[in-house]
């Protein structure tokens, strides 16, 4: 699976869109783009995933650049309950009875200031 | 739907006893996958269960190990405990392309 990067840490204002960044230059055409958030000693929380088309739901929306290099994960009305640990993964898309595990970077830990 | 249970959550042993811990995913998930996370080492990757069978493990020692049953719930054993085995153990169910993490089992190895 390709690697990602991630800026250690960000800060945001309650209120304001959290747009937190993703560079994943050597991903492969199969790969899709995984954001999940790790709340302090919890187990982590599945945020949003996609493969080429920016998606939303009712959490947060994904930008995935049109060349697939990098993406960023929006949370447009952050909240303090959004402070945690956001983690990008990269992996390849696998149906059926094929394995399956995540590969887990160091993430950015977002600072959802009062 | 219920998401992914974990038990127990918080669990105190001794060096050179070993532990079991279970995990039941979410209704009609079939594989199972366990993760250790340790403040050095991040989140990693322990094995992976699909129909009772281990269809992936990480690079850990033979001391960990795992089952899956016929109704999914799976249970991971780590024999000859460590004080470096001190970790929060997840458990992730998965289903469609995602996987779904239960709220882990905080080991404390003495």
């Known amino acids: 699976d390709a690697k990602t990067t991630q800026p250690p840490s960000m800060d945001c204002a309650e209120g304001r869109a959290a747009n937190l960044p993703c560079n994943h230059s050597?991903?492969?055409?199969?790969?899709?783009v995984y954001w999940y958030r790790q709340i302090h000693s919890q187990g982590p929380q599945y945020i949003i995933h996609g493969l080429k088309n920016n998606e939303t739901n009712e959490m947060a929306s994904l930008i995935i650049t049109e060349d697939r290099k990098s993406s960023t994960l929006i949370l447009p009305h952050a909240t303090l309950r959004d402070t945690a640990v956001y983690y990008c993964?990269?992996?390849?898309?696998?149906?059926?009875?094929?394995?399956?595990?995540?590969?887990f970077g160091k993430g950015t830990k977002l600072s959802v200031i009062p | 739907k219920a998401g992914v249970t974990q038990t127990p959550r918080y669990l105190i042993k001794t060096r050179g006893q070993q532990v079991t811990l279970s995990c039941s995913p979410i209704s009609g998930h079939r594989s199972v996958s366990w993760y250790q996370q340790t403040p050095g080492q991040g989140l990693q990757f322990l094995f992976e269960?699909?129909?009772?069978?281990?269809?992936n493990k990480g690079n850990f020692p033979g001391r960990f190990s795992g089952r899956q049953f016929s109704n999914s719930r799976s249970e991971m054993n780590v024999s000859t405990l460590e004080l470096g085995d001190s970790a929060l153990y997840l458990c992730?169910?998965?289903?469609?392309?995602?996987?779904?993490f239960g709220p882990g089992t905080r080991l404390l190895v003495l």
């Open positions: 993964i990269v992996r390849v898309s696998i149906t059926g009875a094929g394995s399956y595990q995540l590969t």
């Open positions: 269960y699909f129909s009772e069978t281990q269809r």
């Open positions: 992730a169910s998965y289903y469609k392309e995602t996987q779904y």
């Open positions: 050597t991903i492969s055409g199969n790969e899709y």
